[in-house]
């Protein structure tokens, strides 16, 4: 390492800035293989609603904002996380409503909001493989259809599910399971509208090689939600 420290690096994606923070270890602020899946969510926005679960630095909601949604919450343990998300918000010249940064465990927020009546046209699960919070240790191998169940129970009537998963050692077969085992637990069924990942010309794949990045979008029925209004 040689130079003057670089405290932060504005960046541009698909013409949105990003706040980068250098010396933040691998967490600088952005992860570059969800850029297919931001360009997604951008592109579906117009007059969404959208829950971003495990928001960081808030990267799905400024994409949403851009492309025209009516409202993007983000959600996330780390109050420090949010406020770089209101940065970055900011550097876009959106101006999110404080109700629309919810800090805290997810795994909670989703039972408030579920307890409120609150539903979402699109809800955004990008958890960690491994994590400890307030509600005790999260495993994607282990809770994935916990946390998807919990998250169908906040979309509304045919609206949108995206959940990923980076963690390399489960394979797209058995989280693709894991997603639907979650769903049947809500009484939901979601039909696969997309299966994105990281782009294969930025991050290529050996031949043999486990995928890392997995991301399955589904639309959710319209039927278990209406039934219950």
Request: net charge positive.
């Amino acid at each position: 390492m040689h130079g003057a420290v670089v405290e932060t690096v504005d960046v541009l994606e698909e013409g949105l800035v990003f706040r980068i923070r250098p010396a933040e270890g691998l967490a600088v602020g952005l992860y570059l293989d969800m850029r297919d899946t931001r360009a997604y969510v951008r592109a579906h926005a117009h007059g969404t609603t959208l829950l971003n679960c495990f928001a960081y630095t808030g990267g799905f909601a400024v994409a949403a904002r851009a492309g025209g949604a009516a409202s993007a919450v983000n959600v996330d343990l780390s109050k420090r996380a949010l406020a770089w998300a209101a940065e970055n918000a900011t550097l876009n010249t959106q101006a999110p409503l404080q109700a629309e940064s919810l800090p805290g465990d997810v795994f909670s927020w989703l039972r408030r909001l579920e307890r409120a009546g609150r539903t979402f046209s699109t809800v955004v699960l990008d958890p960690p493989a491994f994590a400890r919070g307030p509600c005790g240790p999260f495993s994607a191998a282990r809770d994935t259809p916990g946390l998807v169940a919990q998250a169908a129970r906040v979309v509304e009537p045919g609206g949108v599910l995206l959940a990923c998963c980076n963690q390399q050692s489960l394979s797209s077969e058995r989280f693709v399971a894991l997603v639907q085992r979650g769903l049947a637990q809500a009484a939901r069924s979601g039909a696969r509208i997309e299966h994105l990942g990281a782009s294969p010309v930025d991050f290529p794949v050996a031949k043999g090689e486990a995928v890392g990045l997995k991301v399955e979008v589904l639309r959710l029925d319209a039927n278990a939600l209406a039934s219950k209004r």
